[in-house]
């Protein structure tokens, strides 16, 4: 079946500690997005890419890294520089990264600190 | 900061009721706005993609109209079913020069009581 996975489901982080957040799409879509969702708000875009080996910051990208080696993976990697990475994390991907395309989006991730 | 609300933050509906919830912007510089539909342990799934004034569009009992001069846009439920229960989402981008990021409101979560 096509489609975005994420894991690990849940995710535990120390203090001090950089986790990496995995994200596989079989769509073979070009875009691929990162979202941080937070009690009471709207989903907040962290980072996202058009295209293989490019990526772009969105609104909250602080404390945060990607990269994009590869068409289909595009980890997230959430470094002690994040002051607060207790979220939950949507990985999307589209087939181009026009604002009109239709975003899907993966199961997601719960990240906890301890 | 562009500010998309979603009202209300939730409602509760009897089985077999038609309902209807909003979602508002600023309406200068309107370009697109997406409805998705996301069930609780579930990934968001897209509903809609609007993007011209007046637009209307329709899948089974959903539907949503768009109105962009005053900067709205209604979802609507006909004869309401549980498995409509889930939060509704809307996303929106104002502009397509080189933006490619949309931004959601904090969504309608849904009920529907047998």
């Known amino acids: 079946d096509g489609g975005i996975t994420q894991s690990p489901k849940y995710l535990f982080r120390k203090e001090g500690q950089n ?96 | 900061i562009l500010n998309v609300e979603q009202s209300p933050q939730s409602l509760h509906v009897q089985e077999g009721d038609s309902t209807n919830f909003t979602c508002s912007f600023p309406s200068s510089n309107f370009y697109a706005l997406h409805w998705y539909r996301w069930e609780t342990a579930k990934s968001p799934e897209a509903l809609f993609v609007m993007t011209l004034n007046g637009d209307e569009k329709k899948k089974g009992r959903i539907s949503a109209t768009l109105n962009t001069k005053e900067g709205y846009s209604y979802l609507y439920i006909k004869g309401s079913q549980p498995e409509d229960s889930a939060t509704y989402l809307c996303a929106l981008s104002l502009s397509n020069f080189g933006n490619e990021k949309l931004t959601f409101g904090t969504g309608t979560r849904l009920t529907i009581i047998p």
């Open chain 1, 19 to 114: 986790v990496t957040l995995s994200c596989e799409q079989n769509l073979n879509h070009d875009a691929m997005y990162w979202y941080r969702q937070d009690p009471g708000q709207g989903l907040r875009l962290i980072y996202y890419s058009q295209i293989v080996n490019d990526f772009q910051k969105g609104d909250i990208a602080e404390g945060y890294s990607v990269s994009r080696e590869k068409k289909e993976s595009f980890p997230l990697t959430v470094t002690s520089a994040q002051k607060n990475p207790t979220a939950f994390y949507l990985c999307a991907s589209s087939m181009t990264s026009g604002i009109k395309e239709t975003q899907y989006f993966g199961p997601g991730t719960r990240l906890l600190v301890l």
